[in-house]
Each structure stands twice: as C-alpha cells, then as structure tokens.
T-cell receptor, first 118, second 113 residues
Framework: GAVVSQHPSWVICKSGTSVKIECRSLDFQATTMFWYRQFPKQSLMLMATSNEGSKATYEQGVEKDKFLINHASLTLSTLTVTSAHPEDSSFYIC??????????????FGPGTRLTVL | QQQVKQSPQSLIVQKGGISIINCAYENTAFDYFPWYQQFPGKGPALLIAIRPDVSEKKEGRFTISFNKSAKQFSLHIMDSQPGDSATYFCAASIDQAGTALIFGKGTTLSVSS
C-alpha cells in the first residue's frame, strides 16, 4: 500500500526556535497533502490543506504566519512551526491523497511527529 | 453541519466479544465514510471505508453498517482480540479534490483477555 513518511518522528526544541517537519509520499504522487494536529487523547484537528505549487489553505483559527506550509513537489510537503512556544507542543500528522487512486478520497497518513517545546 | 459525532468515548469488551462504535453526521453531502485505527504514538491507519450506495461492507472481522436515512454509520468488530485495543476514529468527507476528512472524537477500545 501507499506509504507516507514523516521526519523527524520526534523533536524537542527551546521556546522561540523554529522547527521544520517533512512529510513525504514514498511510492505515489500527492497533489494534496493535509496537516493535522492531535492533542493527547483527542481527535485529529485539520490545520491546513496543502496543494502542490500553490499556497496552503488554513483552517479557521490556525495562524498561517506561525505554521508555514510549503508543498514544493508532488512528494514533499513541509510544516514549519515558527517561534515555537510550549503550547505548540503536540502530535503533528500529515496525510497525502494519491491522485491516481481509484478512490479520490483515499488518504494515507504519516506516522506523526511529536513536538515538545521547552 | 461539518461535525461527525462519535460514541461511546470508551469501550471495554471481553475477548471474543463484539465491539460496536457509532457515528452520526449532519451534512448530507458527505459521501465517503472511513474508519481509522490508531495506536499510541502512531499515525491513523485506514481500517475500512464505505460509500452511501451500500448499506454494509465487511472485511474480515470488521463490518461497517450504514444507514443513509438516519445519517448514521457504525463499526462492528467481531471476535474482538486484545490486539484490537486502540483508538478508533470515524470520519467523513465529500468526494471533491482537496477536501479533507472530518473526524469524530474517537473511541478508545480495550479488549480484555
């Protein structure tokens, strides 16, 4: 099946620094990637939709200047958390849609990145 | 109208029993309903999915029942095993390019041996 990878799997950083998280579709091309955020024992909350070659669409309440998303190729999207603060500590998960899949709704999820801001 | 309501929040089932998780939606434009399984510290994995043109779909021990008129769908796990202990999320989406999944709040399933 389709595989989505994320790097790093976990990261600890100091408050005020920026952290970049990569999301890659390994064996398929993804015109659309999604970024989710998940707090402990809670559901996945959509942060933004990333389309290759265009600007990301952010959900209401998500600061686009704080969570920078770049979808530079059909296999790579990056999320940069700028000037991170402890409240940004969370589990960040990306998903990618295989545009060649018979079902256009099939989304494949990455393993997630645990961000801890000290 | 974009919400997907999931219940129960947690569920304890004996080994060999049937686990049932329910979801309800309001947006009649939704036409894709997947279930995801998530283990702690891992990303969600697609378990099974259904479209509104069928009322039931079965894959191994997992069955989705779909009631279009009631706008409800449920996941049944037959012969539940301790390895099924995880968090299960229902979701819904509209079949359009670039449309994200809307997730339910999740159900934590514990299967006792």
């Amino acid at each position: 099946g389709a595989v989505v990878s994320q790097h790093p799997s976990w990261v600890i950083c100091k408050s005020g620094t920026s952290v970049k998280i990569e999301c890659r579709s390994l064996d398929f091309q993804a015109t659309t990637m999604f970024w989710y955020r998940q707090f402990p024992k809670q559901s996945l909350m959509l942060m933004a939709t990333s389309n290759e070659g265009s600007k990301a669409t952010y959900e209401q309440g998500v600061e686009k200047d704080k969570f920078l998303i770049n979808h530079a190729s059909l296999t790579l999207s990056t999320l940069t958390v700028t000037s991170a603060h402890p409240e940004d500590s969370s589990f960040y998960i990306c998903s990618a849609r295989d545009f060649k899949a018979l079902s256009t709704d099939t989304q494949y999820f990455g393993p997630g990145t645990r961000l801890t801001v000290l | 109208q974009q919400q997907v309501k999931q219940s129960p929040q947690s569920l304890i089932v004996q080994k060999g029993g049937i686990s049932i998780i329910n979801c309800a939606y309001e947006n009649t434009a939704f036409d894709y309903f997947p279930w995801y399984q998530q283990f702690p510290g891992k990303g969600p994995a697609l378990l099974i999915a259904i479209r509104p043109d069928v009322s039931e779909k079965k894959e191994g021990r997992f069955t989705i029942s779909f009631n279009k008129s009631a706008k409800q769908f449920s996941l049944h796990i037959m012969d539940s095993q301790p390895g099924d202990s995880a968090t299960y999320f229902c979701a819904a989406s509209i079949d359009q390019a670039g449309t994200a999944l809307i997730f339910g709040k999740g159900t934590t399933l514990s299967v006792s041996s």
